[in-house]
Every structure is written in C-alpha cells, then in structure tokens.
C-alpha cells in the first residue's frame, strides 16, 4: 500500500494488528485522537513528525486533559512499525485498501460533514473506493426479519439501482444483506459498512460478481480481521446514515441495534427517516415514528424509492442533540474542503493549516423556527440527562457489562457513571453481577 507519513503515523496511532496483548498499549479511541491531533494541530505538528527520531522531546509537551493519552503510551503504539507492515502486507494481498482522514482524495467527505471529529481516522476496505461518495438509500433492519420483510428488502436494493440510486446497508444478515444483494444483482451501487469479519467478507462468493464488476464496495473503520462486537455493531450505525441521502427502517426491534440507529438518526437529523409499515404488533416501528419518522407504504409495488429523498421529519418534533456523541471540528480536512455544518464547529485543520467558522449557537433553532420571534431556550432539568443514560444503558447492557466498559463506550466521566449506575440499582433497572463486577439491564419478559 502506498501510504504517506502522516497516514503511517494516524493509522499507527489507531489501530489495532491481530490479537492484542493484555499489557500492550491500546490504540487511541476516536475521542482520544481528537484531544491528541487537536494539541498537534495548535503545537503547528503533523502526526508525520512522530515518526522522526526526536518525537520524544516533540511529545514532551502533550498533556491529555483526561489523563489517558500518555507519552509513553503514544511512543509504544507508535514502535509498531513491523506489526503494521506485516498486516498490510496481508490485507493487501487479499485486496483490501486503507485510507486515513489524512487522505483528502479518497475519504468520504459525507463522514467529515456530519461528523467532524467523530468521523473514524482509519478506515480499511475493497472494492471502488469511488462509490463512497454515491450515496442513496440507506437500508437497515433486523437480522432475524420475516421472510416478507427480507423480501421487502430486496426489492428496495433492486428499484434504487433502478432509479439510479445507491444503496447502504451494514452487511449483517437479515435485512441489511438482502437489500445489498437485492441492489447487486440489479447493478446498482452498493456500500456495505461492516462492523467485523471485513477480511472474509472481501473473499466471500456472494459480493464477488460485485466486486469485480466495480459496483460493491465494503468498508469498516474496525480492524479487517476483528470478530464480532455488539459495541462496534451499534457504533457503526451512525457511519450507514451518514453515507446515506435518505434511509428506510423496514423492521425493528423495540429495542436493539437497529432502533438505536435509527432514534439517533432522528436526534442527529443526519439523513430523512422513513419505516416501512408492519403488522407485527411486537416491532418498534411504530415508536420510531412516534419519535420523528414517518410511514411508507408496505407494498412494494406502491413504493417510490425517489420520494424518500423528501425530508421525512415532522416540522412538530423537538429534535434533541445526542449528549453523548456530540461531534467537534474535524483535524484532518483541507481548508478549501471544509465541512459546513449547522453548529459545533469552530474550526477545521489538515496538516498544521487552520480554518476558522464563526459558531452561531442559535443557527439550529433560527433554521427550525417558522416564527420571526426569538424562541425561549428549552430549560433541561439534570434529570433528563439521567433519563438519557437509562436509553443508552437499556441497549449497551443487554449483556453483562462492566463499568470500564461503559465508561469507554460512552465517553462520559468515571464519576458520572459510576453515580448514575448506583441510581440505576436503586432503581431495579439493573442488576449487579459479581466476579468480575458486571451490570446488565433488567429484562422486564
């Protein structure tokens, strides 16, 4: 792979190479190469630097606000020069690429406008790097949908390459691989964002005719070889939306990975939401509705896949920024190439080059209001930041879960958590298993 410097260093700094020892040092999350690449950019550095021999008197000045980010952390991740060359060397034999935020060229812009500093630093992938700037209709659901639903699916996939647009799906079983394959064999664009097994997914029979007829393209912002994961399965719902111009929920749970997905969309107001119609009784359709989408037909001969391109969103419904997710400006997009926004940024940054953006706090609410007259600020109680934790808790620990975990998955302040725990516990919203200590949501069935 012909890699810069700088995408040496970032993907150095990120990433993991095969299985990982328990007193290694951890790659930097996305929220830790945030703070870090953020004290690059003010320090006029580029993450190039790091690899010179002087990198240790460069780093003698960084100190992570978090205490997390250690130099000596740093310089261990980056001594894994061999480590990385020998798992390039075998992703690229079985075909896959890798692009960094670095890489102006080829990674998705989408990603740098709805997430900033969110978006993932690295992401490994095969296929026509090209087609992640195709957008189209993002495609989610249950792995364990009726057979009519997957059916539903797959005539979705086959009409969107009939109109000319894309579809963008997560590659799990159910929902998610018939709409992908149904667009496929049908020609049409397909983006497969996977959360595991990237590796075997390249080499699978069923996206190969795709893949070498330049119309499928599967990509991960996790490791290629990575196994299963429910944290990185909910993460990387946000990467389907964004890569998106519109989405259809065509089955959901009344809780789970899909419904989280699609109630952060709706948060984030990334992409219009739409949810088929169903009659199962036990789905969460209609609660995504209730919070924000709207219904399309479940006859698929009725549907027009163009019309979903039309904002679906109720003009009624109070939008709520997502407090645990909140995306920065992102360090690593060119000047000329800067993401627009509505809020959160204040500046964007490529290279020790800065870009700076007035931040208008009442830009969101400006855009929503159809009233001339300023809108009174909503006032948010302490509580329902809590009543948000219990949302968040209810999904993340179906399976037992640990408070390091939690901590590292929500991004919130050991202290909080461990508050908000011992209120969940009075509560009887969840319970606490010993040996190791772990926590795990209360299933009322």
């Known amino acids: 792979m012909n890699l810069t410097t700088t995408a040496q260093a970032i993907i150095l700094l990120t990433s993991y190479f095969g299985k990982q020892d328990k007193d290694a040092a951890k790659p930097l999350t996305n929220a830790e190469w945030a703070r870090f690449a953020m004290w690059l950019r003010d320090s006029k550095l580029s993450p190039a630097d790091l690899l010179d021999n002087n990198k240790k008197a460069l780093l003698s000045q960084w100190r992570d606000p978090k205490n997390k980010v250690t130099q000596e952390r740093i310089e261990a991740l980056l001594k894994r020069g061999h480590s990385m060359a020998l798992a390039l060397e075998k992703w690229s034999r079985s075909g896959l690429w890798v692009i960094t935020r670095a890489d102006k060229e080829s990674y998705p812009k989408r990603l740098l406008h709805q997430l900033g500093n969110q978006a993932p630093p690295v992401l490994y992938g095969c296929g026509d790097k090209a087609l992640l700037k195709a957008g189209g209709i993002a495609v989610v659901g249950s792995r364990n949908a009726s057979l009519a639903d997957l059916a539903y699916a797959e005539q979705v996939g086959s009409k969107a390459a009939s109109a000319g647009l894309g579809t963008v799906s997560g590659g799990a079983r159910g929902v998610d691989e018939s709409s992908m394959l149904g667009a496929m064999n049908a020609g ?50 946000k990467y389907i939306y964004c890569l998106a111009d519109t989405s259809l929920v065509v089955h959901s749970g009344a809780k789970g990975g899909t419904w989280e997905g699609a109630i952060q969309n709706l948060k984030k107001g990334w992409v219009p939401t739409w949810v088929k119609q169903t009659q199962d009784s036990s789905a969460g359709n209609a609660g995504i509705v209730a919070a924000g989408a709207s219904w399309c037909s479940e006859n698929i001969v009725e549907l027009d896949v163009q019309s979903l391109l039309v904002s679906s969103t109720n003009p009624n419904v109070n939008h709520q920024t997502d407090l645990f997710n909140q995306p920065q400006a992102d360090l690593f997009a060119q000047p000329n190439e800067m993401p627009q926004r509505e809020s959160n940024d204040d500046q964007v940054v490529e290279d020790g080059s800065e870009t700076e953006t007035k931040h208008n706090e009442a830009a969101l ?50 202290g909080q958590v461990k508050s908000w725990l011992a209120l969940a516990l009075e509560q009887n919203l969840i319970t606490k298993l010993t040996r190791p200590i772990r926590y795990q949501w209360i299933d009322e069935d």
């Open 188 to 237: 049409g664009a397909v983006v497969g964002i996977l959360a595991d097994s990237l590796l075997k997914a390249s080499t699978s029979a069923k996206y190969r005719s795709g893949l070498m007829n330049g119309n499928v393209v599967l990509v991960s912002p996790f490791n290629p070889e990575a196994g299963f994961n429910r944290f990185n399965a909910m993460d990387r719902n």
């Open 365 to 414: 609410d400006t855009k929503e209001s159809a009233s001339p007259t300023k809108a009174e600020p909503e006032v948010v109680s302490k509580d329902s930041f809590y009543l948000l934790f219990v949302q968040y808790l209810q999904t993340v620990a179906s399976e037992p879960i640990s408070e390091a975990e939690l901590v590292e998955a929500s991004e919130l302040h050991k």
